[in-house]
């Protein structure tokens, strides 16, 4: 039925003219067009609303071709109680301007709450709406206004809805904690009707906002209003949100708004795609697990870690008891083989590469009160006695391990003791951080804090993703069976005397150092996991970077004890990865790449050096003219000897090393990678990977061995390391994105109901890195009862 002018003014049966207004009955469902200016005003008056026997509010929709605004179509809604008010053209507010709209559909908001509690929500009394239109143009525009109901507004259990937004047509749609009749007892107990999961899906890639609100008016459906109440998320193609209904104790209201530009979901101001901004969408509410789920995933893991801690534990120690020959003097057997000679096995070098060999070294910051009388002189003959580490052309651990064991393992410690003083240092200030966060999470309802996998984040009392967080048991509890195994072992090794001649030296402090980085990589990655976000990734990644490094460290350790670096600069190294780490994130710019891949470079070839020539060189006039005094003498014996390194060995892994690094830092120039922070967790893993292989090398090339006990452990880290990087690399969310954009890779969970494939790689990551460490335990265990000067350096 289309309503004319004319015949509103002079005709109509329908209609009374009055102080300038029409009244009109009108009925749902019916288009009414007219002309209207600033002497008209439209009154629409809605009836039979009482005929519909379930609630479903009714829905207005207005559209207009001729109103400016300045002059715009004002639309008034009336109910008993509310008010809705709005002006067409719609200005909606973007990134770089405006969007205006000349078409706009409203729900009308009735109380819920209050007609629920009072009469029950099936036999509410319906309120019949009043539309007036009105406007300040001087000139007649037209319109056309509707009033109807929507098709879904009721929402079920596990059911699909399909539904239609754009930034003037917000829809929104009521659901009411229940359980369904039509289920049985065995369904009913399987899942939890209490917490529901909303699930939203689109192919197109227009930027919304869904916000979850108590069903009490108004209803805020606009953009500019939207987050001012309840929960409220960004998303493109997908998002999700777990509701308890300990928040909406009466059922909540699911608000979907379209916004004008994509700016919000992408940060990117480049113009968004042409044509009218019409998304599609379909939704799904879906019961969450029972809170029995959650006590049998804890259940199942907490006795998966104590089976391995029993069966790994018991077997690890019967196999020591049965097979390892204490580190102890009687024990040590006769080593008729250690009388090499020192002198056949030094390089006749010119004097000016001789005199460069002593003191270009310090004492390695040790403290000398803290030392006895014959110890100091000790420390004073190894500094006189520096050069023949450089000077012999095959050298062995007698010439590395000099010092007394005993400031070996003060040495040693240093590294527990400073990985403990950051642990406390750094934890606790995270720890705080995170709690303010999901704090702040759950006060203002806003999700894109946090980079959920929304899909599969179980919340339990304040924490909004329990499963994530607790999946990082593994980490401690791993950790501290390895600090288990290490003072175990360490009983076995009191004699000093025999540390001094046989055996790769062991220094403890390392291994504890490496247990604590393992507990600690456990408590930041699971406060990294209450509230995941770009920012504080940081944390996740920081002890790995000590894991990793601590590694290598401990490698180069083996066959260098004396000049091995002190625990001062490598957590000063830690410290300056951390802060570029911070930088990368904030600051991921050309300038910083170039910057970063100079010092890249630099660091490598001063490592380099250091490596080479076992720290007997340092950069200075002297050594420059050094080394073109050895160019000349080498080409005088041969050309070709310019190109022949004095130690191979050293040159090959130290050429390795330059080539991996080199690659890295060209991919870093080339694609400038946006995870800064796994960037750099690369370099070093790549490091301490390149060097654990060339010392497998070097071990079978001297005629060592690997136990097989040791290839086991390895076996089975690398198993766990390739399974590992399948689950990492198919990753629930990216906080590399924004948050609408993470959100597309959201999944469901995978293992138990409780766990998703970040929470896989936690329990294979820490398995790994735990029979890394064995591995690094027990390498050298072939040499356990060899006398120094039988054991080569590389």
């Not at 939207?226 to 104790?249: D, W």
């Not at 580190?327 to 030094?346: D, K, W």
């Not at 894109?448 to 009392?461: G, K, R, T, V, W």
């Not at 290598?552 to 350790?557: A, C, D, E, F, T």
Request: aromatic letters at 16%; glycine letters at 4%; a negative charge.
């Amino acid at each position: 039925m289309y309503l004319i002018l004319l015949f509103a003014l002079f005709g109509g049966s329908n209609s009374v003219f009055l102080n300038q207004s029409i009244i009109i009955s009108a009925n749902y469902s019916v288009p009414y067009q007219g002309l209207i200016n600033n002497s008209l005003e439209y009154i629409f008056e809605f009836s039979n609303y009482n005929s519909y026997k379930v609630f479903v509010p009714p829905r207005v929709t207005v559209t207009t071709k001729d109103a400016t605004t300045v002059a715009p179509l004002m639309v008034t809604t009336r109910q008993p109680k509310e008010l809705l008010s709005w002006k067409l053209p719609l200005s909606v507010e973007t990134e770089t301007g405006e969007e205006v709209y000349k078409n706009s559909s409203r729900t009308l908001c009735f109380d819920i709450l209050n007609h629920n509690k009072i009469q029950g929500f099936k036999q509410l009394q319906h309120e019949n709406p009043i539309v007036s239109l009105a406007t300040s143009s001087l000139t007649s525009i037209d319109f056309t206004v509707t009033v109807d109901f929507p098709n879904e507004f009721l929402l079920e259990h596990s059911t699909n809805y399909s539904i239609q937004i754009s930034p003037s047509e917000p829809q929104y749609f009521f659901y009411n904690f229940s359980i369904p009749t039509n289920l049985t007892s065995t369904e009913v107990r399987e899942s939890n009707y209490d917490t529901v999961i909303l699930e939203v899906l689109s192919l197109d890639t227009i930027c919304t906002i869904v916000s979850i609100q108590n069903v009490s008016c108004p209803v805020f459906d606009l953009n500019q209003d939207i987050t001012f109440r309840g929960f409220y998320e960004t998303f493109t193609t997908k998002g999700g949100i777990t509701i308890p209904k300990y928040k909406f104790p009466y059922g909540f209201y699911i608000v979907f708004v379209a916004k004008a530009d994509d700016y919000v979901c992408t940060k990117d101001l480049s113009p968004s795609v042409s044509g009218d901004r019409v998304k599609k969408l379909s939704l799904v509410i879906k019961p969450s697990i029972t809170y029995n789920d959650y006590v049998y995933a804890v259940m199942i893991t907490l006795s998966a870690i104590g089976a391995f801690y029993i069966i790994f534990g018991v077997s690890f120690f019967l196999f020591s008891r049965q097979y390892y020959v204490p580190r102890q003097m009687e024990y040590a057997a006769e080593n008729g083989t250690a009388t090499a000679s020192l002198n056949s096995r030094i390089i006749k070098l010119p004097d000016e590469l001789r005199s460069e060999c002593v003191g270009t070294e310090g004492t390695n910051n040790l403290d000398s009160q803290s030392l006895d009388d014959t110890d100091y002189d000790h420390i004073q003959e190894i500094q006189e006695d520096r050069e023949i580490r450089l000077c012999r052309s095959q050298p062995r651990l007698t010439d590395l391990a000099r010092k007394p064991p005993r400031v070996l393992a003060k040495k040693s410690y240093l590294y527990l003791y400073n990985v403990l003083t950051v642990a406390l240092f750094y934890g606790l200030p995270v720890v705080q951080l995170v709690i303010t966060y999901q704090r702040v999470l759950n006060e203002t309802g806003e999700q894109d804090i946090c980079y959920y996998n929304f899909l599969c984040a179980h919340p339990l009392s304040f924490l909004s993703d329990f499963n994530h967080v607790f999946s990082n048991i593994g980490y401690v509890l791993l950790g501290i069976l390895f600090l288990i195994i290490t003072y175990h072992r360490e009983l076995t090794h009191k004699d000093q005397d025999f540390d001094r001649h046989y055996g790769i030296p062991q220094h403890y402090g390392l291994f504890y150092a490496m247990g604590v980085a393992l507990i600690m990589e456990g408590v930041l990655s699971g406060s990294y996991h209450v509230c995941p976000s770009q920012m504080n990734f940081q944390f996740d990644s920081s002890f790995m970077y000590v894991m990793a490094v601590l590694c290598m460290v401990k490698l180069y350790q083996n066959r260098h004890p004396d000049i091995n670096a002190n625990a001062y600069s490598t957590f000063g190294v830690l410290a300056i990865a951390i802060v570029l780490g911070m930088i990368g994130i904030l600051e991921n710019t050309d300038q910083f790449w170039v910057c970063f891949v100079i010092l890249h470079i630099l660091v490598c070839f001063y490592l380099s050096i250091k490596v080479y020539y076992m720290g007997c060189w340092k950069l200075s006039c002297v050594s420059l003219r050094r080394v073109g005094h050895i160019i000349r003498h080498d080409f005088w014996a041969g050309p070709l000897n310019v190109l022949k390194p004095c130690y191979k060995a050293r040159f090959v892994m130290v050429v390795m090393g330059n080539l991996c690094n080199w690659a890295l830092a060209a991919y870093a120039l080339a694609y400038h990678p946006k995870n800064f922070a796994v960037f750099l967790l690369l370099i070093f893993m790549s490091n301490t990977l390149i060097y654990f292989f060339f010392y497998i090398l070097m071990k079978y090339l001297h005629k060592e061995s690997v136990r097989i006990v040791t290839w086991m452990f390895f076996c089975i880290s690398t198993l766990c390391a390739i399974a590992a990087m399948y689950f990492f690399l198919h990753k629930a969310i990216s906080w590399s994105k924004t948050p609408a954009q993470s959100r597309t890779f959201n999944v469901e969970c995978k293992l138990l109901r409780f766990y998703d494939y970040h929470d896989i790689w936690h329990f294979l990551s820490a398995i790994g890195m735990f029979f890394t460490f064995m591995v690094l335990l027990t390498l050298d265990d072939d040499l356990s009862h060899t006398h120094h000067e039988q054991i080569p350096v590389f």
